[in-house]
């Protein structure tokens, strides 16, 4: 399949959902490192994809697990929808531990707010 539509394994990404099965504002993820024939040493970087109904004005901070100052923010704008976007966060020199995915906004067609938290933890070496 990945032949057919013409992907390379670097363009895919997992996660694996903990505690719960099904969607919900609150997330706990593990990210799945996927590779060929060598795993990679270290990781530099994120992505985050999200998928969305409609229209909306998004804003993204991400924190440490015992932080209360963002550690990177980004002002998303408006998103058009239905569709995808994605949040691309440069983990280099950051240390191993909990990190907080916070996207917050409205939606487009009636200001109701939008809000989802992912808590993750990055492990830099994985060696």
């Known amino acids: 399949m990945i032949k057919s539509l013409n992907l390379k394994l670097y363009d895919l990404g997992v996660l694996v959902r903990l505690d ?4 919900t504002a609150e997330e706990r993820v593990a990210p799945v ?8 040493k270290d990781v530099s970087g994120y992505v985050f994809t999200f998928k969305m109904s409609e ?3 998004l804003k993204a901070k ?5 932080g209360d100052q963002p ?3 980004q002002d998303l704008g408006n998103k058009s929808g ?9 983990a280099a020199d950051r240390q191993g531990g909990d990190y907080i995915l916070i996207v ?8 109701e707010e939008v809000f989802q938290r992912v808590n993750f933890y990055h492990q830099p070496r994985l060696e």
Request: hydrophobic letters at 30%; aromatic letters at 16%.
């Open 62 to 66: 991400i924190f440490t697990g015992t």
């Open 71 to 73: 550690i990177y923010q």
């Open 33 to 40: 490192v996927l590779y060929q024939s060598q795993a990679p």
């Open 82 to 90: 239905p569709g995808i976007f994605d949040i691309v966060w440069s």
């Open 55 to 57: 229209g909306l004005n």
């Open 20 to 23: 719960c099965d099904q969607p």
């Open 104 to 111: 917050s906004g409205y939606r487009l067609s009636n200001n």
